[in-house]
């Protein structure tokens, strides 16, 4: 059971380049997040799933898109790199909604310069 | 604005002795708290929860305390262990039948452990 994998784990962009990062899990969870971390702000949502086929905007959602095609994966790309998005970038899923334990990979460290 | 916030960004504990990490939270419908444990390079890790009907909880060398009337949670961790080192964040959400976006976490707090 390897719970959720990120990949890359590292990438740095040019302003401008794109990117997608991919989040998968195998616990057959219904609800997947995107969620971005910098210094002093603590984590904010970036986009959620609440299953197969569907999104929703979080907090931050600007500047980036989501695809949930499969139910174990969770897409988060970025169409125009900016400096701003320099963060880690973690996903994380769970059996239902956010009064259940999210479970998280290890993070995607993100440099735009 | 940061509705879950801690008291302090860094703990220093002597390794052996309990540690109080504490959070303040603003949301009084808030029914249901996490605490969290990131450590260096790696995705935060579920630790204990807690929800609004109880006011403690227990698990393996950790207990959450939950006080609504102070809107004040804690977690103890018991005789610190050098593997307890990481950043330790609190966060919830209230219960809207499911809703996948209430999560707020807070800062974080550091436990440093002194050898």
């Known amino acids: 059971n390897a719970g959720v994998t990120q990949t890359p784990k590292f990438r740095v962009l040019k302003t401008g380049q794109s990117m997608t990062l991919l989040c998968a899990q195998d616990?057959?969870?219904?609800?997947m997040y995107w969620y971005r971390q910098d210094p002093g702000m603590g984590l904010r949502l970036i986009h959620y799933s609440v299953g197969e086929g569907t999104t929703a905007k979080g907090e931050v959602p600007d500047g980036y898109n989501v695809s949930r095609l499969k139910k174990q994966n969770f897409l988060l790309g970025l169409e125009s790199a900016a400096p701003s998005q320099t963060s880690v970038y973690f996903c994380?899923?769970?059996?239902?909604?956010?009064?259940?334990?999210?479970?998280f990979g290890n993070g995607t460290r993100l440099t735009v310069t | 604005g940061e509705s879950v916030g801690l008291h302090l960004p860094t703990l220093s504990v002597q390794e052996g002795d309990n540690s109080i990490i504490n959070c303040a939270y603003s949301?009084?419908?808030?029914?249901?708290f996490i605490w969290y444990k990131q450590e260096s390079g790696k995705g935060p890790q579920f630790i204990i929860d807690i929800r609004s009907n109880m006011d403690k909880r227990q698990g393996q060398r950790v207990t959450v305390l939950l006080n609504k009337t102070v809107k004040h949670l804690s977690l103890q961790i018991a005789a610190t262990q050098p593997g307890d080192s990481a950043v330790y964040f609190c966060?919830?959400?209230?219960?809207?039948?499911?809703?996948?976006?209430?999560?707020?976490f807070g800062k974080g707090t550091h436990l440093i452990i002194q050898p």
């Open positions: 949301n009084s419908a808030s029914d249901y």
């Open positions: 994380a899923s769970s059996r239902q909604g956010a009064d259940s334990p999210l479970h």
């Open positions: 616990m057959n969870h219904e609800y």
């Open positions: 966060a919830e959400t209230v219960d809207s039948g499911g809703g996948a976006d209430g999560l707020t």
